[in-house]
């Protein structure tokens, strides 16, 4: 009886393993089933590197919003980056223990507040106050960043602090015994040690940003167009499927589905690196 | 012990499946968004009326409509446009009210009657500023829907020679374009009539209000018709359906609650 129920388990708990690999390779194989052809049917210069998106009229050029995509994301980093780690370093050496285990969780409680929200406070509030100040129509660019460069921090701060609090302690004694200030230890012993993992928590950073959506098409107005400055609205490749998926049928589904292609070999080359850094830090010990 | 759960498991599963297995008459409505609540309302009242029928209703979007009616993934398929596409040929076409799209700005903004020329320039870019149509010097925010939307594709059908400018903003559904006119003063953007409230203006085109009589006796410019598409021989039950919408307590529905009536 026991035998038997063990087994059982056994095989289901395989089934269920299995389930996320087969649907991770389901999706795979499906958007690149639905988006591969397209691309070479219509050329891959011209898909990529075209600034015409009209699909009525049946072109379908990519170039703003891979452009407008990469300035958004470099913009949350900039932003999100510098604090995220200033933060994790704060927290781990310069504030007492306990203070980080009540700031910590709370700033990972960041991550569980829905895009959706983070979108219509960006719209409320930040897109008026860009459009007051700064000019422009609001819904722009640099809403766009500053929203994902808030959305990203507990995944650079957590992974940060984790990293930081992973470099050994002798280290820092070392440091400080040969008359080093905490500051002078943490630039030049801490930083550098925890490096590996501060660039893996960016890089994963990265990932979510270029994929975030929902916030994304609040905020940025969706205009197909390379922007001129950080005040002028954009349209990233996320939000490109998510605003057309609705209407599109034929030549511009396969369109949209493409769109996934290219988003899906981006997000597996930074997810690759991130775990190619994490594997170059455990070789090193 | 961990047995029976598995039997508890297996026998709570039967039962849901039989469940579904139970056909009763059941339709499905899909497409326009903008038609969405107005079919919901009817489905639900429909169904108060006829305990035994189950009405689904989906969005999905103009485009959607029309596939799904011609896959048969929905037995009804809803569309907003002005002109159905050829591949809606096949399908038999009802048209069961009419949608008013509204010009709208924001109510900070002077300026109360534009021009189709002007709204055809201003949705070009080539007049960038409200000055040039008569307003105070601001510069003009256009706000439009994604391409292939119903709203969208009517609007430009009726005005005509629309090339959106590059700067335009996007906004996925009426709500949005109304949240974003209202927030921006020098914005302008187009939705569904039914979807006027205080916090937008709508400005009159060519001299007319887009009010209900004016749209009734077709003096307003912009109004396009909601299609019901079935297959060319609807079911019973689904010839049913759209005879209610077109009742005169379903098109008392659909005015009640901010469209405009098929006749």
Known sequence: MPVTSEKIMQRLLLAVAFSALSALLLIAVFIISQGLPFIFRYGFREFLFSSQWNPQAG???I??????TLWVTLGAMAIGAPLGVAGAVFLTEFVPRTVMRIIKPSIELLAGIPSVVYGFIGVMVLAPLIRDHLGGPGLSLLAGSIIL???ILPTIISISIDSIMAVPKSYREGSLALGATVWQTVRMVTLPAARSGIAASIILAMGRAVGETMAVIMVTGNSVKIPGS???????LTANIALEMGYATGMHRQALFATGVVLFVVIMILNFS???VMRQRKARR | MKKKALYLL??????????????KQSITLAGSTAFQPFAEKLAEQYMTSNPGATITVQGGGS?????????GAAQIGMADLVNLPPEAKDLSATVVARDGIAVVINPANKVNNLTTGQIRDIFNGKIKNWKEAGGADKTITVVSREAGSGTRTSFEEIITGIELVGEALIQESNGTIRETVANDAGAIGYLSHGLLNEKIKAVQIDGQDCTTECIMTQKYLLVRPIFLLTKAQPGAEVQRMIDYILSPEGQQ?????GLITAK
């Open chain 1, 59 to 61: 072109k379908f050029g």
């Open chain 1, 63 to 68: 170039f703003p919003m891979v452009v407008s």
């Open chain 1, 149 to 151: 460069g808030i959305m």
């Open chain 1, 230 to 236: 950080a005040l002028e609205p954009v349209r990233t």
């Open chain 1, 274 to 276: 991130a775990s190619y």
């Open chain 2, 10 to 23: 297996f026998s709570v599963a039967l039962v849901f499946s039989a469940g579904c297995g139970k056909n």
């Open chain 2, 63 to 71: 485009a959607v409509g029309i596939q799904s009616a011609l896959s």
């Open chain 2, 253 to 257: 529905t659909i005015q009640q609650n």
